[in-house]
């Protein structure tokens, strides 16, 4: 649901050790994996459909699991509250772990709240949103904004469990709401209500009974319309796409009341939906953004032409709004595995060291026709197959090559990447498509070889930006937090943020200056070198300062060289990326003067030979 502010904390807290000893009571045989494979994450069901503990059903009648009812304390948790509960899990995350960004629009969470109360936790557990980051310690309760970016990463060794319960709210959920702080906000005396265990108090508690209508009615159809334009970017596009969509509200009226939700106006329905889609797609809604950086055609299919006509949607199309992939959700649902091999038509990796860019390439180049992504970083995706994560291989590094590359990691990696594509509306690939994928981590500086040998036909555009400005930002970002990675053994410095680099052990004790800039260095020679080892034809580089200059003109001469078509107008400005720490400025990096320029001159071979790969 979107909210005012990306999180905010209700003014009751709960017993965290009397919930962890109620939990420890279930059978681990009762826990789930992630039911889109994510590693490191399962869950255990409290409330679901008809109270099926292996219903990952959005809708219906939602009924306690018998794992719910052996919680008393839990379901004290819940009563507290005073709302009507949708599905609800207890979700762990392991150490080392994460839930990878992601941006929640399905129908689903337009109205749903996501209520986290903590049960075991550690420090090392953060959860971003926005440009917001809290570490939700173990008995509190909070609900963030799931209409913005969002991410957890649990960077310890212990595993975190949450009780995680949806709702669309209740009078008393909404009067404890108005009492809730934003981080920011440290009011003289707001502290929490303690609500304890009531020995022998038997909850009653609210469980959703009506979630989705057969047949959308009008007035839903107009607030979500109004909603869904109103959070959209202004753009030559928008008003014509207003007036469609205006206009079929009113048509989707008349046929309401002659039919209501009598199977006799099905037909009349699909008409008009599928004629307002085609409109739509001339009248250019493709080219429009959201305010959180997703296309209005993605959501308009979440809200709207999915769940118009609920009878029409396949079981499966209601199911975990957090399945395949968790970055964009409302395309159409994969009822099965593919039954054909789907063809990896030469995908195309953008590379370059942290903080030089690359999310504004990525986002921008995302936005071709046809090419699919996963809508962010593949951290997690690529380390969660077995073998792969540092933690694994005695924490050397990020750097993979073709030895890792073994059938079996082929196989998953290429699993992996296959369910989790979405194109630029939200749609995931056909099974037996021909697949034009984009992808971008930072990590995937080091690992060239080891993605040459998954995908043999790949294709990298190496992203160069001035090593001075990328400094800079990477000392805000060690400094911010905001992009740990690893607590490595033996580390004294900060937590480890970015890549891992080979021979990072050397950098122990040594000023942020100076770890920065190896960073770089290290992962700048090496990635040249395997760009260097391959066909010309392969590779391609791009400028930062050239592509913000002229992101049209870029944008086209890489959709060329890639292969893709490219059939948007970008402005001269760009929108921010989703990882901008402060407004860019090509002299930022002079706060932190000191640290960079003794620098230069210790790494000019690199940097000059990094600025002739850039064709500067």
């Avoid at 903590?118 to 173990?138: H, K, L, W, Y």
């Avoid at 913000?548 to 086209?556: C, I, L, N």
């Amino acid at each position: 649901m979107k909210l005012p502010a990306p999180f905010i904390q209700l003014p009751v807290a709960f017993d965290a050790e009397a919930l962890a000893r109620e939990v420890r009571t279930i059978d681990e045989a009762c826990w789930r994996s992630h039911p889109g494979g994510i590693p490191g994450n399962s869950a255990l069901a409290l409330i679901t459909t008809e109270g099926d503990p292996d219903s990952d059903q959005v809708t219906g009648r939602m009924r306690p699991t018998p794992s719910l009812e052996r919680l008393p304390y839990l379901m004290q948790v819940l009563e507290s509250l005073g709302a009507t509960w949708g599905r609800s899990r207890l979700m762990r995350l392991s150490g080392q772990s994460e839930v990878t960004g992601h941006v929640d629009i399905n129908y689903y969470w337009r109205d749903h709240m996501r209520v986290h109360v903590p049960i075991i936790t550690t420090p090392s557990v953060r959860f971003q949103c926005g440009d917001s980051e809290v570490n939700m310690a173990a008995g509190e309760c909070w609900i963030f904004d799931t209409w913005r970016h969002h991410r957890v990463l649990n960077e310890g060794s212990e595993t975190r469990i949450h009780l995680v319960a949806d709702t669309v709210g209740g009078v008393a959920f909404w009067d404890l709401l108005e009492q809730g702080r934003t981080p920011e906000r440290r009011e003289p005396g707001w502290a929490p209500r303690r609500i304890a265990p009531m020995q022998g108090h038997r909850a009653t508690l609210d469980y959703e009974s009506f979630n989705a209508s057969d047949v959308m009615t009008p007035w839903e159809l107009r607030e979500c319309i109004g909603f869904l334009v109103n959070d959209a970017e202004r753009t030559p596009q928008l008003p014509a796409i207003h007036a469609l969509l205006t206009r079929f509200a009113r048509h989707w009226h008349g046929v309401w009341a002659c039919h209501g939700n009598q199977a006799s106006g099905l037909p009349h329905f699909r008409t008009l939906l599928k004629d307002t889609q085609e409109k739509l797609a001339q009248a250019g809604v493709a080219q429009v953004r959201l305010q959180n950086g997703l296309g209005l055609l993605a959501a308009l299919k979440a809200h709207i032409f999915s769940m118009a006509l609920a009878a029409d949607v396949d079981e499966s199309a209601r199911r975990d709004p957090h399945g395949a992939r968790p970055a964009i959700a409302g395309g159409q649902a994969r009822k099965s595995a593919p039954a054909k091999v789907p063809v990896w038509r030469q995908p195309v990796f953008i590379v370059s060291p942290p903080r030089s860019g690359s999310t504004l390439l990525f986002e921008t180049l995302s936005g071709a026709p046809g090419v699919h992504t996963i809508g962010d970083e593949s951290h997690q995706l690529i380390e969660g197959v077995e073998g792969l994560a540092p933690a694994q291989r005695a924490f050397h590094s990020n750097q993979l090559g073709l030895a890792d590359a073994t059938p079996a990691v082929v196989q998953a990696l290429r699993s992996r990447f296959f369910d989790a594509l979405r194109d630029r509306e939200g749609n995931m690939p056909d099974a037996d498509a021909t697949l034009r994928m984009l992808e971008k981590t930072p990590k995937n500086a080091l690992r060239i070889p080891f993605l040459k040998a998954v995908f043999p036909d790949a294709k990298f555009i190496y992203l160069h930006r001035d090593p001075r400005q990328v400094w800079g930002s990477m000392i805000d970002g060690w400094q911010s937090g905001r992009f740990r990675m690893y607590n490595l053994p033996g580390w004294q410095g900060p937590a480890w943020s970015f890549l891992l680099t080979p021979g990072w052990q050397a950098l122990n004790g040594k000023d942020l200056g100076e770890i920065v800039a190896s960073q770089w260095e290290t992962a700048t020679r090496l990635m040249l070198d395997d760009l260097d080892a391959l066909s010309p034809a392969d590779r391609a580089s791009v400028d930062y300062g050239r592509f913000v200059q002229d992101p049209q003109g870029e944008a086209r001469r890489l959709s060329e060289w890639a292969g893709w078509s490219w059939d948007r107008e970008l402005s001269g400005q760009l929108p921010l990326s989703r990882y901008t720490l402060s407004k860019p400025d090509p002299d930022k990096w002079r706060r932190h003067a000191a640290d960079i320029e003794p620098r230069l001159v210790q790494w000019k071979a690199t940097i000059e030979r990094a600025a002739r790969a850039a064709g500067l």
